[in-house]
């Protein structure tokens, strides 16, 4: 097994590197690839390439030669893609649709593992039920749309041969998150208070918002069950990652401050609103769970935890 990541610089990375060496055995080779080339703790060294380069894609996929390309490459952030929509579409659809045609070009073997996002289900989700993958795609923002539109493409061409499994993580976290996403976000407010670096106020934006959260190890190991089991899976399946539990972001920040070693108070901050947010948003892994055999082997509020000790650590070291 040769497995070619996109974006392995970003978050979920070092993840998708530990679980396939965990769940795929070790005797399998691992290219890490980032537009921001150079070494990596994890990886040792990544390789530079700009997914949006259709021509360092192709020499990329033409010269590897990977049995799986797990692509990764994102803008990871929200508030990044709705900052540069026409930056978004680039990557995330243009980029995208670069990697398949250089799979069906140079590798027409190789099965593409593309990540997308369980917020392409968007407004469906107001129905209130957790969603499968059957759910219609209703995305509300720039991410998302352009996280369905490139999902969808990637679905038109499996109908040409290419070996597609189309992944829809929900909400994950784990220590490596930056504060653009909201655990991280009240985590390192709580280790700055603490550090006394702060005032004792954290600033929060909808904290009635519920969400489908999981420990970015148990999704990282959802995507190398797929590389494992592709043989056995049908190109063009779609897998949801989500742990089908409904996570309110306020009792999300109370366990973080229950941890705190001193008292904290939160104050709105208008800020932090934003006018698309789904009052909740909960998954179905039913499909996960019985083809992959993958279930969440982290409680969520171990991976509070471990966010909170590796924002404190990082407090400490600036």
């Given at each position: 097994?040769?497995?070619?990541?996109?974006?392995?610089?970003?978050?979920?990375?070092?993840?998708?590197?530990?679980?396939?060496?965990?769940?795929?055995?070790?005797?399998?080779?691992?290219?890490?690839?980032?537009?921001?080339?150079?070494?990596?703790?994890?990886?040792?060294?990544?390789?530079?390439?700009?997914?949006?380069?259709?021509?360092a894609v192709r020499e990329a996929v033409a010269?590897?030669?990977?049995?799986?390309?797990?692509?990764?490459?994102?803008?990871?952030?929200?508030?990044?893609?709705?900052?540069?929509?026409?930056?978004?579409?680039?990557?995330?659809?243009?980029?995208?649709?670069?990697?398949?045609?250089?799979?069906?070009?140079?590798?027409?073997?190789?099965?593409?593992?593309?990540?997308?996002?369980?917020?392409?289900?968007?407004?469906?989700?107001?129905?209130?039920?957790?969603?499968?993958?059957?759910?219609?795609?209703?995305?509300?923002?720039?991410?998302?749309?352009?996280?369905?539109?490139?999902?969808?493409?990637?679905?038109?061409?499996?109908?040409?041969?290419?070996?597609?499994?189309?992944?829809?993580?929900?909400?994950?976290?784990?220590?490596?998150?930056?504060?653009?996403?909201?655990?991280?976000?009240?985590?390192?407010?709580?280790?700055?208070?603490?550090?006394?670096?702060?005032?004792?106020?954290?600033?929060?934006?909808?904290?009635?918002?519920?969400?489908?959260?999981?420990?970015?190890?148990?999704?990282?190991?959802?995507?190398?069950?797929?590389?494992?089991?592709?043989?056995?899976?049908?190109?063009?399946?779609?897998?949801?990652?989500?742990?089908?539990?409904?996570?309110?972001?306020?009792?999300?920040?109370?366990?973080?401050?229950?941890?705190?070693?001193?008292?904290?108070?939160?104050?709105?901050?208008?800020?932090?609103?934003?006018?698309?947010?789904?009052?909740?948003?909960?998954?179905?892994?039913?499909?996960?769970?019985?083809?992959?055999?993958?279930?969440?082997?982290?409680?969520?509020?171990?991976?509070?935890?471990?966010?909170?000790?590796?924002?404190?650590?990082?407090?400490?070291?600036?």
């Amino acid at each position: 097994m040769r497995v070619l990541i996109t974006g392995a610089r970003g978050f979920v990375g070092p993840y998708v590197h530990d679980a396939l060496r965990r769940i795929c055995g070790r005797d399998m080779t691992v290219v890490a690839t980032s537009k921001d080339g150079g070494p990596h703790p994890v990886f040792g060294q990544i390789g530079a390439l700009d997914v949006t380069d259709r021509a360092a894609v192709r020499e990329a996929v033409a010269r590897h030669k990977p049995t799986h390309l797990v692509h990764l490459a994102a803008v990871a952030a929200l508030g990044a893609a709705q900052a540069d929509p026409e930056n978004t579409w680039r990557i995330h659809v243009q980029g995208a649709l670069n990697v398949a045609h250089a799979i069906l070009d140079e590798a027409p073997e190789c099965w593409l593992i593309y990540v997308g996002s369980g917020l392409v289900y968007g407004e469906t989700a107001k129905a209130g039920r957790p969603v499968d993958e059957n759910a219609l795609l209703a995305p509300m923002d720039d991410y998302a749309v352009t996280k369905a539109a490139a999902d969808l493409a990637l679905g038109a061409l499996s109908r040409h041969g290419l070996k597609c499994i189309r992944m829809r993580p929900f909400n994950h976290t784990g220590p490596g998150q930056t504060e653009a996403f909201a655990v991280p976000a009240f985590a390192m407010q709580i280790a700055r208070i603490e550090a006394g670096l702060a005032p004792p106020v954290i600033r929060v934006g909808n904290l009635d918002a519920e969400r489908d959260f999981l420990d970015a190890r148990d999704v990282a190991s959802a995507y190398a069950r797929v590389a494992l089991n592709s043989d056995g899976l049908q190109p063009n399946t779609i897998f949801n990652v989500a742990s089908g539990i409904s996570w309110r972001m306020g009792d999300i920040l109370d366990q973080l401050l229950a941890r705190s070693s001193v008292k904290i108070v939160t104050e709105q901050d208008p800020l932090r609103l934003r006018p698309s947010d789904l009052p909740s948003i909960v998954g179905d892994a039913t499909r996960a769970r019985t083809r992959l055999g993958w279930v969440p082997e982290h409680p969520f509020e171990e991976a509070l935890a471990a966010v909170l000790k590796d924002c404190r650590a990082r407090v400490a070291q600036a």
